[in-house]
């Protein structure tokens, strides 16, 4: 006997007559009407988004090359107001589109063996990255190591660095980029072009060309965890413990 | 005796599997039970769609090797830097230090113009950051700078914005008509 499919779930009403129909079925075999809302959204305007985008990572790009390039700024002080900046300007971007940012935030799909899975993969990510870098024999001159002079000795000096290099970026680098820039160019281009685009500009903002080996596939690997998990959260962590690691290894 | 199957029957237009009972293809909306008149101005309707379809696909192609040819250019002159910034500094000891910048930037590019082929804008993105960052490099390096060069500067720049907005066209062409 052939199957009933009156049984199966994959059927849908019709939108205009509301006879049962297949879930695969772009037109109803009775009235004929079309099933898939074409582009009910209201057009996207696509360059303007691209230049608000700009916008974000032009004032992150602008304090970094500062930080990079002109002596006189390289104080403790400065290096301070410029996360102070990139923070505020992370938050201020990601609240432009609160409405539909918002669900990034929340953590549903949480589970433990998750997250101490992303924690080791961090872990043993950032002792590959510094060994191979030790191996090459590379000095990669980096705000953090600033931080480690500028604070090193006291147990408070400690807390600091551990705040400014892992607490900090991984929260407000999240949310800027996985979060607002990521959004951003979802609405742009298809989902790899987005994840790819992020991934430089994030490896950019470095302003390291040396760096940019470990520092891509990091940022891709990010990409690709908030995509497929939907939540900022388990980057965070993943991005805190990359961070805390290194760290370690400069305290040590 | 089980019953014979009953045979298939297709749909005149999208040539998909139909049920003997369907009022319209349930694939193309193609009304079965309508009259020639309008069955023939469906037809027609669906070549419309299909040709306009094919034309923007081709402006499309169009556009993404035009921004192609941007970039290898950009390559070219990287490369061509390097060439007589090589012979220029031959018994420099810092020609390597001049050198070994310009032909790697030149190579970026080639890849980038190869790539960009498939996904536009993360080529030109990704192409204007490292072109911006490696002048803030050459800047900071060797702080005088000639009207030559700065005109040389935007006018890359400038290429490249036009790249990337292009691109960004290419972009919503595809998604409002699902074209990958």
New interface residues.
Partial sequence: MLPVDDELPDKKSCIQCGKL??QN????????A?QSVQ?STKP?N??GL?QQAGLF?GID?VVC?LAQ?VDALKTFSFFLFSDIIMAISAVLFFCINWKENKILLTWHNFSWQKLAAYGAIAIAGQVLVHYSVDWLNLVVYSKDEDYVQHLNGSFLGAFFVVFFTAVMPAIFEELGYRGYLLQTLLK???K??AI??TS??FA?IH?SFISLFWLIPFALFLGFVRIKENTLWYGVFFHFCFNLTACIFQLL | MPPAPPPIIRCDACFKE??NE????????Y?LKGTKVEQSSFISKQNKVDYYKAEIKKKVENRIDKGATTLFCLAGLFILAAIIGFFKLQDNPQVLAFVIPYLFLGIIFLLLGEYSKK?P??CF??GL??Y??AE?YDI?ENPQASLLGIITIIIIIVFLVLG??SA??I??I?K?NNI?
């Fill in positions: 129909i297949q079925r772009d037109f109803c075999n009775q009235c004929g079309r582009n996207v696509s360059w691209l990572f790009i090359a390039f742009i281009a298809d790899e072009q790819y685009i430089f500009l950019f302003m | 139909i049920e369907d009022v319209f293809c349930g694939h193309c909306g009304p996904k804008l993360v993105v990704s950051c490292l911006i960052i803030l900071v990337i907005k960004v066209e972009e919503q595809k409002e990958s």
